[in-house]
């Protein structure tokens, strides 16, 4: 059934709704409904069942969806046992006395962010959840926590050449090269294309600016002016993804020792490279082949429960809580992750519909109809790419969608590979990153107890200047063929865009130190 540009009214339903009630799950509800609606006749009552018969059961059904939820729980029950046997708080603590300005915390957020590349999933929920006793006695809002955890997670994982991300898209590159007969190695042509991955690279490097010339504007400015002179974290009326059973619980000692969360952590990140080979096959495979077909989502699930098992052992040695009280822990830490729960199921089930009233083929229909010169292609494929993600809420699903368009047209168009897949990349990202139907934007949300819609309105402003930039300088890689040029002209034109912005959309936000 074609439907035309009517293809765009489940998407573009959810976000209209999302943004004018800033409630993301009656606004996807209402995205899938419509969506099943027009599948079948444009009838509401058939739509309100293929809604949960067609959509959301087989998303909540769905092996890979139902990974993520599982370890969404798990980080949920780690989050609260950080919390009751004071290991949060005890680095906390151990940071206040060496952090003590608002911008070494946001630095410090930056910087394990970056370090944590191996899954944006992972990287959202860990990042939040550290370090927001920190900025929050530093005051600091959970918007701007939230936009650092999110411009450093998604990015990041592709920008590192070992994640959860590269594997995803070695497979989509090698299934192109094999269906098109190109014999060239698809983890060297992912390589290939970090340097030209011009959205990732300065998302990151805004972050930073933000940080250190504290380049504040727009409502994330706003924010900020509120939590420093206020002391009020989260707008009044903000609806943190994550619920109180999370965010509020208390350490059980008034000696908080810093290796509850440390030797839970280092189980937990020591474990992921092995899990990683293990569910690779290797020695049978070879390492890098290993990383490639390994199970990623499977190989954090296990390292979580193994740090989750650790973390209540150390609870129970040091008398903190009873097994009992053990088990009661790891059921409060789930159900603290519902609402992220069904975020992200209405997220994917929007995502079913979109492709199902085939929003994504009258994107690229427009897409491929476009007459433009090869130096602009690399642009036309980014800017499919982002409305693409905007209006699923999915990076992975823009890749699948635009890899095996964006490869063949770059061969037939003598356009570089690398550059053209950097496009795709990087496009999915940004589109992402505007996204109020994004799941890493969830998840980043719920990590940093920060309102979802706040984090999204908030984040929207630096995204888009970072869109802008990022085209220009896709323009002039498609003019000049070279990644350095476009790099050093993305990264002046984003500073005095931050800049300028900052002087006429910005707040005088007062310096904070606690006492």
């Known amino acids: 059934m074609e439907f035309g540009i009517l293809a765009l009214l489940p998407p573009v339903v959810a976000i209209i ?35 949960f018969e067609q959509f959301i059961i087989p998303a909540l059904g769905d092996e890979w969806n139902a990974n993520v939820l599982i370890y969404c729980g798990l980080f ?12 949060a708080q005890a680095l906390a603590n151990a940071f206040a006395n060496r952090i003590r300005s608002r911008k070494g915390a946001q630095a410090s957020t930056g910087l394990l962010g970056l370090s944590l590349f191996i899954d944006d999933y992972f990287n959202a929920l860990t990042v939040g959840s550290v370090m927001r006793s920190i900025t929050d006695k530093l005051r600091i809002s959970r918007e701007k926590l939230a936009y650092i955890v999110d411009s450093t997670s998604a990015p990041t994982c592709l920008l590192v050449p070992v994640s959860t991300w590269v594997v995803y898209v070695m497979g989509l590159i090698g299934t192109e090269f094999v269906r098109m007969d190109i014999d060239r190695s698809e983890y060297l042509m992912y390589l290939a294309t970090i340097p030209f991955n011009y959205y990732a690279i300065l998302a990151i490097f805004t972050v930073f600016i933000v940080i250190f010339l504290r380049f504040d504007y727009g409502p994330m400015a706003k924010a900020e002016l509120r939590a420093v002179k206020t002391g009020k974290l989260i707008r009044d009326g ?51 082949v290993a ?27 040091q008398k903190m809580f009873t097994f009992i009280e053990a088990i009661h822990l790891v059921m409060k830490g789930i159900k603290g992750m519902m609402l992220v729960f069904v975020i992200l199921i209405l997220a994917w089930s929007i995502g079913s519909v979109s492709a199902e009233v085939g929003t994504d083929q009258f994107l690229v229909q427009l897409a491929e109809q476009s007459s433009l010169t090869p130096a602009l292609i690399p642009v036309l494929i980014f800017i499919a790419g982002a409305i693409i993600a905007f209006t699923t809420g999915t990076s992975y699903g823009t890749f699948a969608i635009m890899i095996p368009i964006a490869i063949p047209l770059a061969v037939s168009m003598d356009i570089a590979l690398p550059l053209a897949i950097a496009a795709v990349l990087s496009g999915g990202i940004f589109g992402d990153h505007c ?49 350095w040029i476009a790099l050093l002209v993305g990264l002046v034109l984003t500073t005095l865009a931050a800049y300028t912005l900052t002087k006429l959309w910005g707040q005088n936000i007062p310096r904070y130190t606690p006492e």
């Open 238 to 288: 903000g609806q943190p993804p994550a619920a109180d059973e999370i965010t509020a619980a208390q350490p059980a000692t008034d000696t908080p020792k810093i290796r509850n969360l440390v030797v839970p952590m280092l189980v937990l990140l020591a474990l992921i490279p092995p899990l990683f080979l293990w569910t690779g096959n290797y020695p049978e495979n070879s390492f890098v």
């Open 291 to 317: 990383i490639g077909e390994a199970d990623g989502g499977m190989s954090i699930l296990m390292a979580a429960f193994a740090a989750i098992i650790v973390a209540l052992l150390m609870g129970v040695s």
């Open 435 to 483: 996204s109020p139907i994004s799941d890493t934007s969830v998840l980043s949300s719920a990590g940093s107890a920060s309102d979802h819609m706040d984090h999204v309105n908030t984040q929207l402003p630096y995204a888009i200047t970072v869109g802008i930039t990022g085209i220009i300088s896709f323009f002039i890689a498609g003019v000049t063929g070279t990644w």
């Open 17 to 51: 709704l999302a943004i004018l009630t800033r409630n993301v799950v009656p606004a996807l509800f209402a995205g899938v409904f419509v969506g099943a609606t027009m599948i079948n006749g444009w009838n509401p009552l058939l739509g309100l069942y293929a809604s």
């Open 76 to 87: 949920g029950v780690l989050i609260v046992v950080f919390q009751t046997t004071g290991g």
